[in-house]
């Protein structure tokens, strides 16, 4: 029996390789293929569908259907039981197609007449790049043993379909790789770049999909893996002696996968039954991706995409691509890749111009570290790993989250306009990088940085900030797979406080747990992650990593100023807790014989609208206070911050929102409390000056935007702007927003 479905689908695929190594165009090709699948099943029609774009099927090449419907026969996805085959990514196979649901008469091809139908996606790693059919006459249904061998000629079509074996005339017979492309993802961090793409990690191509002789696939399938399994071991005991717990966790699972005998056997029968050891791996690979696409529970994606990840170390044994392929990385390299984590990221550091991301989100930590280091990024960008190839040109717009891949001359010359116009902007903030940031009506406001890692800090001189508002220690922990020794902690903060040259630098204390988990802590499950357990609150429960904080900061300051402040304080007792508890630590440190900081300024993060009526004694013990509005406007508005479909669904100069900054505004200066802002919303300049003229007096935001915002604000009568903003609210305005741009029209 086994031995009959062999040969079954064996037979097929001999006949494949000599019909594809016959001389001939893409046309040709799929005219013999499907002229031979026909034969060989014994049915009367067989077709091959391919997209022509991203929604349409044509009709490319048939044995049994009309000639006239070649090329003209089109299908949406979802249309037809073929345009159903494309959207479920599943074959149908049915002995009544005219029964079955969404058929969907075609006269042109004749095609009522045939009872029977099975239809499997054409698809390689989980992309589905057409459907090929097969009907007859006689209502039968067919075997699983037929299923299965028309599924893998189909899985060799899509891996000829790659290499460019079937191009011809038409959309549907175009080359691979070779089409501009436009993917509309979402923006991970605002700017324009050209470049050339660099994939991170570029695809293996399986050349010889068919093989002859099963007991040398397996042969070497056992070889591969023998090897895949060292090299699995070996980096388990690296890392183990490193004590890189994470890493080893990642490869502790990679060596279960490795072991298999699922998924080895699997593989096994793949080649019995007709593969070369290439293509069994990744016919087990694009199932794989195929789960992946449809689990949302984000435990069990990780570990598939840790197969998938094993999937490409051994097709890269098997065919000796090594992981750079001989590639040079560009000169203007955007990084193409599915995900990739914060320390890779950081490897690459400034030398890339974008960074495109087919997973990823705006939160994840490459999107910080890439924020950090103002690399444009677009994240969720779909297919780009799959249709990207190293060299090719390609511009990211991070301010709309739209890639442009191999674009068109008169997009690239649109585009370069765009960049040229940014570049000139830059030159003229630099021209006002040593000018205070004073307004027409003579009030000074302070501009200052928001920072994270080492590799931000060269942009303080060089954007004109005057000092560091905001400095996210948590990155330093998010980057990194093990906890930070105290005396690394002590050497980073040394060389922030070095690098800000006597400047001010505000150091915020650890704004981990619920979603920004620390790949050393045990990931809690919770259902509101950003209402969580996180930050502050984490801080006093596990008071460790805090106080380990306030000794790195103080020992590091070594009678320097110090300034920090905590996040997500939410009542007043929190604060008085965490002061406390480093007020305790700067004594316990004197006594110790490490020198007191030569000041001492002790903050809060106002992010939650309660601490805005929390009691007096609260504004008095601060001694200043700092609004994250990122935090604070997504719990205003009850709008997460990091879901697409809300996150810009209110206005930060809506009246209501500048209501709460106004009340904000008078506490402070009801007990004289220092006060700033430090969300994003700091570096966008028609915000930042209505905060000004709000009353806030200290800025902080983006290296990058420092110059803009000065730009305006040194060109405005801040008074002016405060009438304009008083008048809409006697109006009843909902938002301030279009009297202050009509205004500025005017004023400028
Ligand atoms: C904020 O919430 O505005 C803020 C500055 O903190 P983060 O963006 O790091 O949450
Ligand atoms: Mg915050």
Redesign the pocket.
């Known amino acids: 029996m086994v031995t009959q479905i062999e040969s079954e689908s064996r037979k097929l695929l001999r006949r494949l390789r000599g019909t594809l190594a016959e001389p001939g165009d893409g046309q040709e090709r799929l005219d013999r293929i499907t002229r031979m699948i026909a034969n060989s099943m014994g049915t009367e029609v067989c077709s091959i569908y391919l997209f022509r774009d991203e929604k349409t099927l044509e009709l490319c090449a048939s044995e049994g259907l009309r000639a006239e419907s070649l090329h003209t026969t089109r299908l949406r996805v979802g249309e037809g039981l073929v345009g159903r085959v494309a959207e479920e990514g599943k074959p149908i196979n049915t002995a009544n197609a005219p029964a079955e649901r969404g058929f969907r008469y075609m006269p042109e091809t004749g095609e009522e007449r045939y009872s029977s139908f099975l239809g499997v996606p054409i698809q390689r790693l989980g992309e589905t790049l057409g459907v090929l059919v097969v009907q007859s006459r006689e209502a039968r249904a067919f075997s699983d043993d037929e299923v299965y061998a028309l599924e893998v000629v189909a899985m060799v079509l899509a891996e000829m379909k790659e290499l460019g074996a079937f191009v011809g005339e038409g959309a549907a017979l175009s080359a691979p790789h070779t089409h501009p492309l436009l993917i509309r993802g979402s923006s991970g961090q605002e700017g324009s770049a050209e470049g050339h793409v660099w994939l991170h990690e570029p695809r293996v191509v399986v050349t010889n999909p068919v093989a002859d002789d099963p007991e040398r696939e397996l042969e070497r399938l056992r070889r591969a893996l023998e090897k895949l399994r060292v090299s699995v071991d070996d980096m388990l005991s690296i890392a183990t002696v490193t004590a890189d717990k994470e890493h080893v966790r990642v490869l502790e699972a990679y060596r279960m996968f490795a072991h298999s005998r699922g998924w080895v056997q699997r593989m096994e029968e793949d080649i019995l039954r007709g593969l070369s050891a290439e293509a069994a791996v990744e016919k087990e690979q694009s199932l794989a991706r195929a789960r992946m696409q449809q689990v949302p529970d984000p435990y069990l994606r990780e570990r598939l995409s840790d197969l998938d990840d094993l999937s490409n170390r051994l097709l890269r044994i098997l065919t000796g691509q090594a992981s750079d392929l001989g590639a040079r990385i560009p000169e203007d390299p955007i990084l193409v890749a599915r995900n990739i984590g914060p320390a890779e990221l950081l490897e690459y550091g400034r030398k890339l111009r974008g960074i495109v991301l087919e997973e990823g989100s705006v939160g994840s930590h490459a999107a910080v570290v890439a924020r950090a280091l103002a690399i444009p990024l677009v994240v969720n960008a779909r297919n780009i790993t799959t249709e990207a190839l190293n060299g090719d040109l390609i511009l990211v717009d991070g301010d709309a989250g739209v890639v442009h891949l191999r674009p068109e001359e008169s997009v690239v010359a649109a585009f370069r306009d765009k960049i040229a116009m940014e570049a000139q902007a830059q030159k003229r903030y630099a021209s006002l990088r040593n000018k205070p940031a004073v307004t027409k009506d003579g009030q000074r406001i302070t501009l200052t940085m928001?920072a994270g890692l080492l590799a931000d800090l060269p942009s303080l001189p060089t954007s004109g900030a005057e000092g560091v508002g905001?400095f996210?220690t948590?990155l330093q922990f998010l980057t990194r797979s093990t906890v930070p020794k105290r005396s690394e902690l002590v050497a980073q903060y040394q060389r922030v406080l070095d690098a800000a040259r006597g400047k001010p630098v505000v150091f915020?204390t650890l704004?981990i747990g619920s979603d920004k988990v620390l790949p050393y802590m045990r990931p809690q499950e919770e259902p509101n992650p950003a209402m969580g357990w996180r930050a502050i609150r984490l801080g006093l429960d596990r008071p460790f990593l805090l106080k380990m904080q306030f000794q790195a900061l103080i020992r590091a300051a070594g009678g320097r100023p110090l300034s920090l402040m905590f996040?997500f304080i939410a009542d007043v007792e929190e604060f008085e807790r965490a002061r406390a508890l480093f007020e305790e630590t700067l004594e316990r440190e004197a006594a110790r014989g490490y020198p007191p900081p030569g000041s001492v300024r002790v903050g809060a993060?106002l992010?939650t609208p309660s601490l805005v009526y929390a009691p007096r004694r609260f504004f008095e013990m601060a001694d200043f206070v700092?609004?994250?509005?990122?935090?604070?406007?997504q719990f205003f508005f009850a709008a997460d911050r990091e879901n697409e479909r809300v996150r810009r669904r209110y206005d930060t100069l809506s009246t209501a929102f500048l209501a709460l900054i106004a009340r904000i505004v008078e506490r402070c200066a009801d007990t004289g409390t220092p006060l700033s802002f430090?969300?994003?919303d700091a570096g966008r300049p028609v915000e930042a000056l209505c905060l000004a003229a709000m009353g806030l007096r200290s800025l902080s935001m983006r290296p990058a935007s420092i110059g803009p915002v000065k730009h305006l604000l040194r060109r405005v009568d801040l008074s002016e702007a405060r009438a304009v903003i008083d008048e809409a609210f006697e109006r009843g305005a909902p938002s301030v927003r279009p009297a202050i741009i009509d205004w500025l029209k005017e004023a400028l």
């Open positions: 928001n905001l996210r948590e915020r704004d996040p993060m992010e700092s609004i994250g509005g990122n935090d604070l406007k430090c969300g994003e």
